[in-house]
């Protein structure tokens, strides 16, 4: 081969080795030679899809099945059973009234009329000069007057007569162990001179609501009076 061939197949060869480079660099497949790796995807420890390995805290699967079974409406609300059917011996006892003992009867009870009647009771036996009948009707046998039964007595001896109006009473309320209402009252006073005064007040009753007590201690009676003398 002449001097001139060489230079030709020389040549030929260095073009074909370099359009094999460009392709290589273009993107083209690997040769089986080529050992670069491929870059590794990025993971902190998870899985390739990026879900943990282990599930959180909290319930893991379906929900345990009930113990037992529950009907459900059509909008999914239970349904509770009918309280018709429930039965007697198994019903909790009432706690106000309990079940041993029967509940108080409302109608043996002191009403506010009786606690207006007291005192239209206590004025007729003051005007009848009844003043004992008129001194039990005040609380703890009449001490609640805050004067003996003679003392109270002595007090009307130069009354002649009482005209009272009573109002309406005030709602009743309740105390430790009792209750009390308000009775407003306005009274004129005539004397034996013929002078005569004009109070405007109330009297406050009062009756035991404890357990044990007896029929008087539940009966109203006077606890107290504020009467004010006004211009006749």
Same mark, same amino acid.
């Given at each position: ?24 660099? *273009? ?12 870059? #590794?995807?990025?993971? !902190?420890?998870? $899985? ?16 345990? =099945? ?19 059917? =429930? ?19 409302? #109608? ?15 004025? #007729? ?19 609640? *007057? ?21 109002? #309406? ?8 162990? $009792?209750?009390?209402?308000? =009775? ?15 109070? =405007? ?22 606890? *107290?009076? !504020? ?6």
């Amino acid at each position: 081969m002449t001097k001139s061939m060489h230079l030709a197949a020389a040549l030929a060869l260095c073009a074909l080795l370099g359009a094999c480079g460009d392709k290589a660099a *273009s993107g083209g497949p690997a040769s089986a030679g080529d050992t670069e790796t491929l870059p #590794a995807p990025e993971n !902190d420890g998870g $899985s390739v899809t990026g879900m943990p390995d282990k599930p959180g805290p909290g319930q893991i699967g379906p929900p345990p =099945v009930a113990t037992g079974t529950v009907a459900l409406d059509e909008e999914g609300n239970p349904i509770l059973p009918d309280a018709s059917a =429930v039965d007697p011996a198994s019903a909790p006892a009432d706690a106000a009234n309990g079940t041993d003992a029967p509940a108080p009867d409302a #109608a043996t009870e002191p009403t506010v009329q009786d606690a207006v009647a007291v005192v239209r009771d206590y004025y #007729a036996a003051i005007n009848r000069r009844d003043f004992a009948r008129a001194y039990a009707l005040w609380s703890d046998g009449g001490r609640a *007057s805050g004067q003996s039964a003679q003392q109270f007595a002595g007090g009307f001896d130069d009354t002649q007569g009482v005209s009272v109006e009573i109002m #309406a009473p005030g709602q009743v309320d309740a105390a430790a162990g $009792s209750r009390y209402v308000e =009775v407003p009252v306005a009274l004129t006073t005539t004397h034996t001179d013929g002078r005569q005064q004009r109070f =405007v007040g109330a009297y406050t009753l009062r009756r035991a609501v404890v357990d044990g007590a007896t029929a008087e201690q539940r009966a109203w009676r006077i606890g *107290s009076a !504020d009467l004010r003398e006004v211009a006749p």
